[in-house]
RNA sequence: GCUGGAGUCGUCUAGUGGCAAUGACAAGAGACUGUAAAUCUCUCGCGCUUCGCGCUUCGUAGGUUCGAGUCCUACCUCCAGCA
């Protein structure tokens, strides 16, 4: 079982370690989204930097290329990357969902790469074996989502994401059982790194041979499917929870409510893909979610779409071409330390690739910064201080 | 000086009788939430009451034509070849 210390808790909102094979997680904390096992623009090393404590990659992704058998080759993820310190795999379900070509059925679905047109078939069963392969501490549940907003295409969904749940959690055990035995998928447990600080190779040692599932929760802005998937996946073995399907914000903390009040206290919960707005991270915390990631902070770098504590800027525009001030004075990245935004303006207008490496750098130090300053406020009681000031501001 | 070719939006470019006129770049702005995203969208002669209307445009000045960036004449500029 994965352990789960929390240290506080306020209402639903709570603060917390996640203690992973490959080292703590502080919560509530932003996972920087590594989808091909690595965050886009940027190195490990800056990820380790900027203070990142875990990253999720994805195995839609890793399965085309290079491969969950190479990656395991390679000694798995953190391995692979070079990203000694806690990782996620999300399961696939997300972006086999959204390709254009998709065949679902009861069995899994049936999919053409995007890249040469390949077919492919993933399974409740085969998500988990290459999850397994690509070897990261926490795996998703292969899950269904459906961009339809009708109640009843919502409900299929759910009913479908809990069928596959059990094959899930059935292949999981059969998976953890083998590996324990030394002789399955995943790492032995001589060669699994143990704890170890970010950025420094872990000293092997022996640790639990143990990779950890977590279930999706589902059911749209539907508060009763939302109650009715909670109860299942919270009735399941699982070691936490992944909350999907969630495109806005708007209904989140309703929903958090429901959601969170019915899962068990003691397992974490991750809310899959949000944060992209700073009011996600603290409605998700409030409402008793410990971790996010997100794709949208570095996109929105690469894009030149900045975050400050004034909004969020583009710095593409005109106006900031005689802008020789910082991004966000009170920032203390390495882009609003040492660059100004004249100098970033060029970068982007010039089309550089250290612009998006720079752009990159600060808004996932600040979506970080933002996650682990929401943990602060919430262990010294000034969560809605901190709250009320920040987004007055921000928005 | 002669002969041939060329002058179109900031730049390059399409256009050979019905065009405010193609495409690219540049410029201006917007979008982006479990990443097919180093992406995508919009604006880009001027002015309005902007699903439309008016005005002014394709080196300059004339001409032919219902209608000219497109045809004709002259001139200006540039390029190539010949003197």
Known sequence: MLKFDIEKSAGL?????????HGDIKTPAFVGAATRA???????????????????????HLILAPGADLIEAAGGLAEFSSWHAPTFTDSGGFQIFSLPDV???????????????????MTPESSMQD????????????????????????????????????????????????????????????EHPKGGAAGEKSPAGPVEPMQYLFAVVQGGNFLD???????????????GFGIGGVFTAEGMDEMLKTVNSILPENKPRHLLGMGQEPLDLFVGA?????????????????????????????????????????????CDCDCCKKYNKAYLHHLFKTD????????????????????????????????????????????
């Open 13 to 21: 909102a709570r603060v917390g370690v996640i203690h992973t094979p």
């Open 38 to 60: 690595t965050v886009k623009a940027l190195t490990m090393e800056q990820m380790r930097e900027l203070g990142s404590q875990a990253i999720l990659a994805n195995t839609y």
């Open 103 to 121: 065949k679902i059925s009861e069995s899994g679905a049936k999919f053409k790469s995007h890249i040469d047109g390949r077919k492919f078939e």
């Open 131 to 190: 999850q397994w392969k690509i070897g990261a501490d926490i795996h998703m549940a292969f899950d269904q989502l459906t961009k339809s907003d009708q109640y009843e295409d919502m409900k299929q969904a759910m009913d479908r994401t809990h069928a596959w749940l059990d094959r899930c959690v059935a292949e999981h055990q059969r998976l953890a059982s083998m590996a324990s035995t030394g002789d399955g998928l995943g790492r032995a447990p001589a």
């Open 225 to 239: 499917l939302r109650a009715e998937s909670a109860k299942y996946c919270a009735s399941k073995a699982v070691d």
């Open 286 to 330: 409030e409402f008793g979610c410990d971790t996010f990631d997100c794709v949208g902070p570095t996109r929105m770098a690469r894009n030149g779409s900045l975050y400050t504590l004034d909004g969020r800027i583009n710095i593409k525009n005109a106006k900031f071409k005689h802008d020789f001030t910082p991004l966000m004075p009170e």
């Open 352 to 395: 550089e690739i250290t612009a998006k490496i720079l752009a990159s750098i600060h808004n996932e130090h600040f979506v970080i910064q933002t996650v682990a300053n929401i943990r602060e406020s919430l262990l010294n009681g000034t969560f809605q201080d901190y709250k009320r000031s920040f987004l007055a501001r921000y928005y």
